[in-house]
């Protein structure tokens, strides 16, 4: 089969590698009709996530048409139409049994290089480095589906790819992140990022019932969706001073809640120079590692610092005393989407969210290369890629 694969640092290639096999009774093997480049992809490509090797193929983001499954899956049949969620879950150990299934405890067979960083391992993740499970990601025409019966949703007949492909991530990514904010009636909750994940935070948002909803980015394509299609006002913070917008708008006392949608490229190697590198990177890039740290001085005392953009080691200067003194909450987790789908869908289903507004790129599995530099540097208005194996 086809798959896009990691060559180096800014580089991955369409390659010929062996089809995905049954490896487990509980496996499924899904022939991907439907593909998506995420912002986290984006953390493998550049080179900052430790453990990613030449050859892996990314995507986590994947949907299509289930046509092998093993001898022990009970609900996944061959020939059904499932969208695949991002965490690999087992479903049925101690923190599945709590419907944490981002901390699946056995789904990571790397699991001791997460415990190294990170005290204790999440889930296995497809397409995300070897830390991550190494497993095959699904930017590729088949992939291996474990644990199938508890990872995929069946979608109803009548529903397109693309209104159901972000069930995979980032709508419940985004859905989480708003429902973490506890929201209550007349909530102004401010998002950070108005990618992909902070686009579906703000929607989210209102589904969850907050009166405004304030999208803060610098890159105004975004920041237009965010106005024209999920209704939230704006900040560009190029041209305006956030701390003081935000007061201005919320009559001096802060948003209720915050939403960091950003992250920080990666800070999670145990390696000092790799840190230094993403410090750098940043650094010449813009003001990333400060969103965590401006979401907390922002938000109003006894509010909810929800984060949902990706942080994978240590951070620097994190004002502990804002968040200790102004009973701050901070709320955050690898969404666990198994948790999301079948209500997600049925809100899709219903008409109360068209998941299909921020696509801005259509294009070929070949064209993935090509499609991941145009999604690094926002050429051409992009904001998210669906790809077609
Ligand atoms: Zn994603
Ligand atoms: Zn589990």
Redesign the pocket.
Known sequence: MRANTFVSPGKTRVERVPDPKILNDQDAIVRITSTAICGSDLHLYNGFIPTVEPGDIFGHEFMGEVVEVGKGTRKVKKGDRVVVAFPI?????Y??GRQMYSC????NPNAWIAEKLMGHSPAGVFGYSHMMGGFAGGQAEYARVPFADVGTIKVPDGMTDEQVLFLSDIFPTGYMGAEMCDIKPGDVIAVWGCGPVGLFAMASAYLLGAERVIGIDRVEARLRVAREKVKAETINYEEHDVYRTLMEMTGGRGPDSVIDAVGMEAHGSTAMFLVDRVKQGLMLENDRPNVLRDAIMCCRSGGTVSVVGVYSGLIDKFPMGSVMNRSLRIMTGQCHVQRYMKPLLERIRKGEIDPTFLITHRANLDDAPAMYRTFRDKQDECIKVVLKP
């Open positions: 879950a087992c479903g049925s150990c923190q599945c699946c405890e056995n789904s």
